[in-house]
């Protein structure tokens, strides 16, 4: 590190010998960050690679250098300070989206919407929470695999933004979420490999609208979701949305309660499932009069 301060420092005459001092120094960074990485020391490492980034974008014009060095940053970075690996990662992302590296951009979009997501880490202008942050980041990187044709890729980062909306946003924003499952599953539809797949996304809009309160959506949704997908009313989740839509539309809390352990049986609730169907069953108990405080138990 001192050799490299030292060599940025060094007086020259001419561009070409400039141009030779400034790679020496970021040479030197590099291989000062690689010794700190081998001695476990991040932080320092994601100093000394941030360092020679600088240097690669602003004295050499070497933005794919420097686009690699700042991941390299970010990737130290995520072991000792997640908010200074947001920074890495965001500044390696416009580098890449400039040179037109889509697919490491949205790999890297993905990445820090999982920091934000699974660190709890505040976002950079430090007004919006870390989910909400999350939910741009998923959707930004959603939008790069979608131009670069990686529909799977997409769909799987726009999934992550539903269940956001409805399950960590506060409050949550359970239309959108359910228009976005609603879009998710026209999509599988239009391919044979992904057509089966439509069906749980059909389910997860229903259950969005009833959680929304919205029983009238539900049943509206139900209805074009059979006309879009034949086999959608006979399948098990087709049928479980008809019995919850029934349910809430008649207050009928034991039927709802029945509907959910034989859906379970066969097809085990997880946790996003599990968490609106709560949300559901209150709403239930309170246009019912059910003043019970106790915890919701949905069997």
């Not at 932080?43 to 070497?62: M, P, V």
């Not at 992550?160 to 599988?188: F, H, N, Q, W």
């Not at 609208?209 to 539900?218: E, K, Q, R, Y």
Request: hydrophobic content about 35%.
């Amino acid at each position: 590190m001192a050799e490299a301060e030292k060599t940025v420092g060094k007086s020259t005459w001419f561009a070409s010998s400039k141009e030779r001092k400034f790679e020496d120094a970021a040479e030197l960074y590099d291989k000062a960050a690689n010794a700190y990485k081998v001695g476990g020391f991040n932080h320092e490492a994601g100093d000394a690679y941030t360092k020679a980034a600088t240097i690669y974008r602003d004295e050499l014009s070497s933005f794919m250098e420097a686009s690699k060095s700042l991941s390299n940053a970010g990737q130290c970075y995520k072991k000792s300070s997640p908010s200074d690996a947001v920074g890495a990662f965001h500044s390696a992302i416009a580098l890449m989206v400039d040179a037109g590296r889509l697919s490491q951009a949205a790999k890297m979009s993905k990445e820090v919407a999982e920091l934000f997501e699974n660190e709890d880490v505040p976002a950079d202008d430090g007004e919006k929470s870390s989910i909400v942050a999350a939910i741009e980041s998923y959707e930004q990187a959603s939008e790069l695999f979608g131009m670069e044709n990686s529909n799977s890729q997409a769909s799987q980062c726009m999934a992550k933004v539903a269940e956001l909306c409805s399950g960590a946003l506060d409050p949550p924003d359970l239309l959108r979420a359910a228009r976005i499952y609603e879009d998710l599953g026209k999509g599988c539809l239009d391919s044979n490999l992904l057509k089966y797949n439509a069906k749980g996304h059909f389910l997860q809009s229903i259950m969005c609208h009833l959680a929304n309160n919205d029983s009238i959506a539900a049943s509206q949704a139900l209805q074009r979701y059979e006309s879009m997908d034949y086999t959608f009313g006979e399948s098990r989740e087709g049928k479980f949305s008809q019995q919850l839509v029934e349910a809430v539309e008649g207050f009928d809390t034991e039927g709802f309660a029945t509907a959910c352990f034989e859906y379970d049986r066969i097809s085990k609730l997880d946790p996003w499932k599990t968490s609106i169907l709560v949300r559901v069953k209150r709403s239930i108990d309170d246009e019912a009069g059910d003043d019970d405080d106790d915890e919701v138990d949905l069997t």
